[in-house]
């Protein structure tokens, strides 16, 4: 089968060869700051070790109590346009 990690592409991770396996015959080892894309409490499920490194490792934060962001200005009624305006014609992100 030779060196499997030569093809093998982990993400933000190192691939490490498995000596004594041969399902999975690799695992990525995830650099600082990423993780593998799967619950925590799996991580002794060996297979899963060859997923990829691609998840950020960090908390996710998404309170229910932040105020809602200011709607975005409609544009359409403005009165000074030009026909000159490239955006009058094509949406350029406003």
């Given at each position: 089968?030779?060196?499997?990690?030569?093809?093998?592409?982990?993400g933000?991770?190192?691939?490490?060869?498995?000596?004594?396996?041969?399902?999975?015959?690799?695992?990525?080892?995830?650099?600082?700051?990423?993780?593998?894309?799967?619950?925590?409490?799996?991580?002794?499920?060996?297979?899963?070790?060859?997923?990829h490194?691609?998840?950020?490792?960090?908390s996710?934060?998404f309170?229910?109590?932040?105020?809602?962001?200011?709607?975005?200005?409609?544009?359409?009624?403005?009165?000074?346009?030009?026909?000159?305006?490239?955006?009058?014609?094509?949406d350029?992100?406003?």
């Open positions: 089968m030779g060196n499997v990690c030569e093809i093998v592409e982990c933000r991770g190192q691939c490490k060869l498995l000596i004594n396996s041969t399902i999975p015959p690799y695992q990525c080892k995830c650099d600082a700051g990423w993780k593998q894309a799967r619950p925590d409490a799996m991580d002794d499920i060996t297979f899963l070790n060859l997923l490194c691609v998840v950020p490792n960090r996710m934060d309170p229910c109590n932040k105020p809602a962001e200011a709607p975005v200005q409609d544009k359409t009624g403005q009165s000074n346009t030009t026909l000159l305006d490239p955006c009058n014609s094509a350029c992100g406003g």
